[in-house]
């Protein structure tokens, strides 16, 4: 039987701070989102991706990668979206098989709306409290991390 790695006491310190880091984050930006735009952050991220994609739509299946969500978490709310207008499904037009989601002239909006003061929070929150050489480590840090949980990821 293999002896368990424990944790050094360093790294123990680190961990609880990054997992508190981890856990606090998302709803700290959820609060700002929810109390200026009406949005989830997880919803943002997908209107986000959907403005910097060519000809704003991404197939469902590239979309759940880039918004780091399941295919039925996205669909779910891709579903909320097209409710509210900001965002259409369509059929891919290559072979028809699959969806596409488009971000609507509305949806559009609502991103330029929302991203002021949503970079502005994500700013002070976590830019904010680093220097520019902690800023590259962070960066460095979170591609290792990022290539470990899922190593055919383009970090």
């Given at each position: 039987?293999?002896?368990?790695?424990?944790?050094?006491?360093?790294?123990?310190?680190?961990?609880?701070?990054?997992?508190?880091?981890?856990?606090?984050?998302?709803?700290?930006l959820d609060t700002q989102l929810q109390q200026d735009?009406?949005?989830?952050?997880?919803?943002?991220?997908?209107?986000?991706?959907?403005?910097?994609?060519?000809?704003?739509?991404?197939?469902?299946?590239?979309?759940?990668?880039?918004?780091?969500?399941?295919?039925?978490?996205?669909?779910?709310?891709?579903?909320?979206?097209?409710?509210?207008?900001?965002?259409?499904?369509?059929?891919?037009?290559?072979?028809?098989?699959?969806?596409?989601?488009?971000?609507?002239?509305?949806?559009?909006?609502?991103?330029?709306?929302?991203?002021?003061?949503?970079?502005?929070?994500?700013?002070?929150?976590?830019?904010?409290?680093?220097?520019?050489?902690?800023?590259?480590?962070?960066?460095?840090?979170?591609?290792?991390?990022?290539?470990?949980?899922?190593?055919?990821?383009?970090?």
């Amino acid at each position: 039987m293999e002896e368990t790695r424990w944790l050094t006491d360093e790294q123990q310190r680190a961990w609880r701070r990054f997992a508190a880091v981890v856990m606090q984050l998302p709803g700290t930006l959820d609060t700002q989102l929810q109390q200026d735009a009406h949005l989830t952050h997880f919803g943002y991220w997908v209107l986000a991706m959907l403005s910097e994609a060519e000809g704003r739509a991404l197939r469902m299946s590239e979309l759940a990668t880039l918004s780091n969500g399941s295919q039925s978490r996205l669909s779910h709310l891709v579903g909320r979206l097209e409710e509210r207008g900001w965002v259409r499904r369509e059929r891919t037009p290559e072979d028809g098989r699959g969806y596409v989601a488009v971000l609507t002239d509305e949806g559009y909006r609502k991103v330029v709306e929302t991203a002021p003061g949503h970079v502005e929070k994500v700013r002070s929150v976590v830019f904010d409290a680093l220097t520019p050489e902690q800023v590259a480590q962070l960066d460095e840090i979170s591609a290792a991390i990022l290539s470990r949980m899922n190593p055919a990821a383009d970090c």
